[in-house]
């Protein structure tokens, strides 16, 4: 009778464990899955804020020019506000990104990348970190808003904003013992809707100045304005907040306040 007993429980107890096995490796399995679900979610949200951050809020795009030194050098990469002039109006003197209103870039050749690096890209540009199309836009200095009277150049070799000559040494690049901040002179008044736009490296830049042969005539429509450019990202030596100096268009805007 006893052995009988002892054998019963044993016969439980044997089966209790497989039991015990049975189902330890289900929950197990059923674990990795979970997290790995909860992976995905967490990757999917990312990406879908950083999408919308990159759509509404804030871009990346690198620099292939010199137009803009010494404010921006080449191969330098920015962070553009594109709230801006959609919820913040623009301002003179700010940094500004837009499309090509037509006839100002030369065409391009199309880019070649091999299928990996071509979808890294992609993904990084749905997320704003890449701008495959920077080639495709351009970037200057605000100057001229519509209806500015814009001139140059004075005795001082300055040019003037509805009569009021602009200092400009902060941020202009000038040949060395050049004076003058346009080799060549004009007299502009910018029709509604449209900006003048001008580079920081004045004798290096085709900007409003010379684009008077295209379809625009060198005015930029303010709907081709994506941002502006708020920060340098990289390289990190170049790291800088990119600044509108609001002193230099001071006096202009007291103008404009005296005239309404």
């Given at each position: 009778?006893?052995d009988?007993v002892?054998?019963?429980?044993?016969?439980?107890?044997?089966?209790?464990s497989?039991?015990?096995?049975?189902?330890?490796a289900?929950?197990?399995?059923?674990?990795?899955?979970?997290?790995?679900?909860?992976?995905?979610i967490?990757?999917?949200?990312?990406?879908?804020?950083?999408?919308?951050?990159?759509?509404?809020?804030?871009r990346?795009?690198?620099?292939?020019?010199?137009?803009?030194?010494?404010?921006?050098?080449?191969d330098?990469r920015?962070?553009?506000?594109?709230?801006?002039?959609?919820?913040?109006?623009?301002?003179?003197?700010?940094?500004?990104?837009?499309?090509?209103?037509?006839?100002?870039?030369?065409?391009?050749?199309?880019?070649?990348?091999?299928?990996?690096?071509?979808?890294?890209?992609?993904?990084?540009?749905?997320?704003?970190?890449s701008?495959?199309?920077?080639?495709?836009?351009?970037?200057?200095?605000?100057?001229?808003?519509?209806?500015?009277?814009?001139?140059?150049?004075?005795?001082?070799?300055?040019?003037?904003v509805?009569?009021?000559?602009?200092?400009?040494?902060?941020?202009?690049l000038?040949?060395?013992?050049?004076?003058?901040?346009?080799?060549?002179?004009?007299?502009?008044?910018?029709?509604?809707?449209?900006?003048?736009?001008?580079?920081d490296?004045?004798?290096?830049?085709?900007?409003?100045?010379?684009?008077?042969?295209?379809?625009?005539?060198?005015?930029?429509?303010?709907?081709?304005?994506?941002?502006?450019?708020?920060?340098?990202?990289?390289?990190l030596?170049?790291?800088?907040?990119?600044?509108?100096?609001?002193?230099?268009?001071?006096?202009?805007e007291?103008?404009?306040?005296?005239?309404?």
């Open positions: 009778m006893t009988e002892l054998a019963s429980r044993s016969d439980r107890r044997v089966s209790g497989k039991k015990s096995r049975s189902t330890t289900p929950s197990k399995k059923r674990s990795v899955l979970l997290f790995i679900r909860d992976l995905l967490i990757f999917v949200v990312a990406l879908l804020i950083s999408f919308l951050i990159k759509t509404f809020l804030i990346s795009f690198y620099i292939p020019s010199g137009s803009m030194m010494n404010t921006l050098q080449v330098d920015i962070i553009v506000n594109q709230l801006e002039p959609e919820v913040i109006p623009i301002s003179r003197g700010d940094v500004i990104v837009f499309k090509d209103p037509g006839g100002w870039l030369l065409p391009q050749a199309e880019l070649v990348q091999n299928p990996i690096v071509a979808s890294a890209d992609w993904l990084l540009s749905v997320v704003g970190l701008a495959p199309d920077s080639n495709d836009h351009l970037i200057k200095r605000v100057i001229g808003l519509p209806g500015d009277h814009v001139v140059c150049c004075n005795a001082l070799g300055q040019m003037s509805n009569d009021v000559p602009l200092n400009e040494s902060a941020y202009v000038l040949p060395e013992g050049e004076t003058k901040v346009s080799k060549d002179d004009f007299d502009v008044t910018i029709p509604g809707g449209s900006l003048w736009m001008m580079g490296n004045r004798y290096n830049s085709k900007d409003s100045r010379y684009n008077g042969d295209t379809v625009g005539k060198g005015y930029v429509p303010v709907d081709n304005v994506v941002g502006r450019a708020l920060v340098v990202s990289w390289p030596a170049h790291w800088a907040w990119l600044d509108d100096y609001p002193d230099v268009f001071r006096e202009v007291h103008a404009d306040k005296g005239s309404e």
